[in-house]
């Protein structure tokens, strides 16, 4: 993984304009790319690259140059490619000679035979851009399920852009200014974002899915979806279907191995992260090595923990019956619950927003302790919602009212809010219009059940925000410690088959994820395969609250504190005294993280010189 940014403008002097400001937005990818550095200029293109070297250590560096056909082709990629070796073989049939064995050149190479085309061929996680310069355009593309970011803007006759809005903020035509409608965003569906939008005025982010052509001396930006999840009548028996589903996992856990680094697994004794570890046990045994992997926890949660409707049990007996079952050398990493707390503002440092409280924070700081051990982790994100594993899918109540269903909160959130902070925007209406628009969206067949319709509706909901959401918390968090993190149940192949399988197999045997359990018989201990679902682990020590709770009364004794612009006084004062806990989004966020994330706002305001216009 990498971090890639540039501008691309229709004045040459625009670019030679830049060079400090190109220097100051790759110091600002450094995170992500820690290992080497590139920089290319000419004429209308400034491409900014920097590296993590995961494949082809000597030969992947960027941005990466091709002559082919009387044109000249710049790159600059951010991602991995799990088909390379396919798009290899049909480049080389073809007459492409390659120096190297990275997933770049493949990808540079792909794009000079097939052009914008290229892009439906591809298998991974990726982003990136090709200057093709005698034809002067600019195309980016971004993968099909949004696993790695790509923010850009338009200014200055010019198209800039950069995986992170911390790296569009470098450049002065991007300043940190947030409109009524980016403050909606944030106060009223935070830490979730409207699909494309980079909140910051004038900032969008690529969709999933989605390439784009720049033409610098028109202006002109033209976008096209290349992939989205689309209905389809599902013929296959239930057998065929978990024969299906057991294939493709095994195909995207394996192809997601490959390295010329360490790669290790997460662990937490989850249905989700102990089949992939159980899958790359076996693949790292047949040839003789031993997998890593990596679990988390917080110092005396078993004093604290209390079961709940979400959280029925702790991980740890779990972890043990998976590292007696498998070869791996396994890593138990012991937070602190205070050290969460500093790690809020690291967390809003790496995400450029306010983000998960300590959901965020805590990953940030586990991914730096795996970071001395592995440079690539695959972790079991986006298992539920492709396979319909939240509470949301399964709960009749909750699954038929309308509106998000991790956040039906907006008068909660509202009655934090100073008057006439949002305009004229009225938070239900705001809320309610996102909702509505992502439904009018969702692809959904003819002659469909009322509840197979709410099930496509439930999927495209989780698709296009909270998995985005997680997507985006895991991309940043990691990324912050140079870590490249994978996720093997977000192969779109795995999408597009199971977005049309009835519910009904989805949910065999009643329990969630029924079908992948059943697809996955044979690779676990049978108390982990059927082990109900148990949300990512957060601290219930009362000395977090505690913390917190310190920290907001020392914002609340600042008059100058910029989140008081927002949000009223005595709001913030009654989350020191509730014993409510209200959810703030999803089952993860309630009073501590609800505190957390105020904190969170208050210093990105601060640290950002938030404009609000």
């Known amino acids: 993984m ?9 004045d040459p002097e625009t670019i030679r304009a ?3 400001h190109y220097c100051a937005m790759q110091q600002s ?5 820690p290992d080497q550095r590139g920089l290319y200029i000419s004429g209308q293109a400034a491409l900014i690259h920097a590296r993590l070297a995961v494949v082809d250590i000597e030969g992947g560096q960027q941005p990466m140059l091709l002559e082919y056909k009387e044109e000249q082709y710049a790159l600059v990629y951010n991602g991995e490619l799990y088909n390379t070796p396919e798009l290899r073989a049909a480049l080389a049939a073809r007459g492409h000679r390659f120096t190297g064995h990275s997933d770049t050149e493949v990808l540079l190479h792909a794009y000079a035979e097939w052009g914008e085309c290229c892009v439906e061929r591809l298998n991974g996680i990726f982003a990136f851009a090709v200057w093709a310069a005698k034809a002067k355009t600019l195309f980016l593309a971004r993968d099909r399920c949004g696993v790695k970011p790509l923010f850009f803007a338009q200014a200055e006759n010019s198209l800039i852009f950069g995986s992170e809005l911390k790296t569009l903020l470098c450049h002065p035509a991007v300043p940190p200014r947030v409109d009524k409608n980016g403050l909606a965003e944030i106060l009223l569906l935070g830490p979730g974002r409207m699909p494309g939008s980079g909140v910051f005025h004038n900032v969008k982010e690529l969709l999933p899915g989605q390439c784009a052509v720049f033409e610098p001396d028109t202006g002109r930006l033209t976008t096209r979806l290349y992939w989205q999840l689309t209905d389809h009548e599902h013929g296959d028996s239930f057998p065929a ?6 294939d493709l ?3 995207a856990i394996q192809r997601q191995l490959v390295a010329d680094v360490p790669v290790a697994t997460f662990l937490s004794g989850g249905l989700d992260s102990s089949i992939i570890s159980a899958v790359a046990d076996r693949q790292f045994a047949a040839r003789g090595e031993q997998l890593q992997t990596f679990s988390v926890g917080y110092q005396d949660n078993k004093k604290f923990f209390r079961t709940g409707k979400f959280q029925p049990g702790a991980d740890a007996p779990y972890i043990r019956k998976m590292n007696e079952s498998l070869h791996a050398h396994h890593h138990w990493i012991t937070l602190d619950s205070l050290a969460l707390v500093p790690a809020l503002y690291e967390a809003v440092n790496a995400r450029d927003l306010p983000g998960m409280a300590d959901v965020d924070s805590s990953l940030l700081l586990f991914c730096r302790q795996i970071k001395p051990h592995a440079t690539v982790v695959l972790s079991g994100e986006c298992a539920d919602e492709i396979f319909g594993g939240y509470p949301w899918y399964r709960d009749k109540a909750i699954r038929e009212r309308e ?7 907006t008068a909660y959130r509202a009655s934090f809010l100073q008057p006439g902070v949002l305009g004229d925007i009225d938070p239900a209406r705001f809320v309610d219009e996102q909702y509505r628009e992502t439904l009018s969206r969702t692809s959904i067949r003819p002659g469909l059940s009322p509840l197979e319709r709410r099930q496509r509706q439930m999927v495209s909901l989780n698709f296009h925000w909270f998995m985005q959401t997680l997507l985006d918390r895991k991309d940043r968090m990691s990324m912050y410690s140079g870590l490249e993190v994978r996720v093997p149940f977000c192969d779109y192949r795995i999408a597009e088959y199971l977005y049309a399988v009835p519910w009904e197999y989805k949910d065999y045997g009643g329990q969630e994820k029924g079908l992948l359990r059943q697809a996955m018989r044979g690779f676990l201990p049978q108390e982990v395969l059927y082990r109900r679902k148990s949300p990512y682990p957060k601290t219930w020590n009362p000395a977090y609250l505690a913390a917190v709770s310190v920290e907001l009364k020392k914002l609340l004794a600042d008059p100058e504190a910029p989140v008081l612009r927002l949000a009223r006084r005595e709001a913030l004062e009654g989350l020191l005294h509730t014993d409510d806990p209200q959810p703030w989004y ?3 966020m309630t009073t501590p993280q609800t505190i957390a994330w105020w904190l969170q706002v208050n210093y990105w305001m601060k640290k950002y010189q938030v404009e609000l216009v």
């Open 2 to 10: 990498c971090g890639i940014a540039g501008q691309i403008a229709r």
């Open 241 to 246: 279907t978990v024969a299906r589903v057991r």
């Open 29 to 33: 990818l450094a995170r992500r790319g």
């Open 403 to 409: 509106g998000f269903p991790w956040a039906q909160n």
């Open 586 to 588: 999803g089952q993860l």
């Open 18 to 20: 830049h060079y400090h």
């Open 249 to 251: 996992v095994l195909d």
